[in-house]
């Protein structure tokens, strides 16, 4: 079923879905094929990197059942009514929009695929992005109902994967990436999350989840890496804090590892505007063979 739903949204990519958001110049899904893996923090520091660069950026949050942005971005106050839309919030100096600002905190969100489908058609249509550079969309892990709505409504330029070194985040990787294969979205590329962690007394580098494992998928795969990120106590607390890492503390080698896989993000995006980049070259049939393959193999 899950293959069929896949094909039909494929298909399905064609008019009119250009005037959800005609001032968005660039869509890109941030993902991961498992959870737990830093997915929203990863969103949230991308998307404040981007725009402290000098980019228009906006935020989306489609984890319906899960809606963590407005807290890891600081933002309590619910979005504004303006002429029958939703002025989405902001901070620090991005745009954003989720279902955590409509929803109680202890309310749970139980919904079935329709709904959500919905939900995420409404956060395009009736949220007044203006003119964005780029509009991050922070998917809820997996393969499910928001990653196929997302396929179908808007062009998307690509989706960047999220991972951990250890191989059973990497397989859920490999899933990932063929669902997005399926829909025609191209992947931007891979980023290592928690890659490893670095003792503040004594300054020893540990690899505490394997090492290398993103890097390798990546090359595996015929996909740009764009960057590992550590696993550090202060990215944790920027996320509970509603301060990002990036803002809290610009200087340390953490906040730098957002703004290298930032701009090595726009750097892809501008590529492939000008043609030059593209999907690795690869026929479709030729990625969904290297992701159907285990890592060990050539």
Wanted: hydrophobic share 40%.
């Amino acid at each position: 079923m899950g293959e069929v739903n896949a094909e039909n949204a494929a298909q399905g990519r064609g008019q009119g879905k250009d005037d959800l958001i005609p001032g968005v110049k660039h869509v890109i899904a941030v993902s991961s094929g498992k959870g737990g893996v830093g997915k929203s923090t990863v969103a949230v520091n991308l998307a404040v990197a981007l725009g402290l660069s000098g980019a228009k950026v906006g935020l989306m949050d489609t984890d319906v059942t899960g809606p963590d942005i407005p807290m890891m971005m600081g933002v309590s106050k619910p979005p504004e009514q303006q002429d029958g839309k939703i002025k989405p919030a902001e901070s620090h100096g991005v745009k954003l929009i989720s279902m955590g600002f409509f929803v109680p905190e202890e309310t749970a969100v139980v919904w079935r695929g329709p709904m959500i489908h919905k939900a995420i058609e409404q956060f395009f249509r009736d949220v007044l992005w203006g003119e964005l550079d780029y509009l991050l969309i922070d998917l809820p892990p997996g393969t499910g109902d928001a990653q196929i709505t997302l396929s179908q409504m808007v062009p998307m330029c690509g989706a960047v994967t999220v991972t951990t070194p250890q191989e059973v985040a990497l397989h859920d990787v490999r899933k990932g990436m063929m669902m997005f294969q399926k829909v025609n979205v191209p992947i931007l590329g891979i980023v290592e999350n928690m890659s490893y962690f670095v003792c503040g007394h004594c300054g020893e580098r540990s690899e505490i989840f394997s090492y290398g494992g993103g890097e390798r998928a990546a090359e595996k795969l015929g996909v740009p890496f764009l960057g590992r990120i550590p696993i550090d106590p202060a990215i944790r607390a920027g996320g509970d804090t509603g301060m990002p890492i990036v803002v809290a503390d610009p200087k340390s080698p953490q906040a730098a590892a957002f703004r290298q896989i930032a701009s090595a993000l726009a750097d892809r995006i501008r590529a492939m505007t000008a043609g030059s980049g593209g999907q690795s070259g690869a026929p479709i049939e030729s990625l969904l063979k290297k992701i159907k393959r285990p890592l060990g193999t050539g």
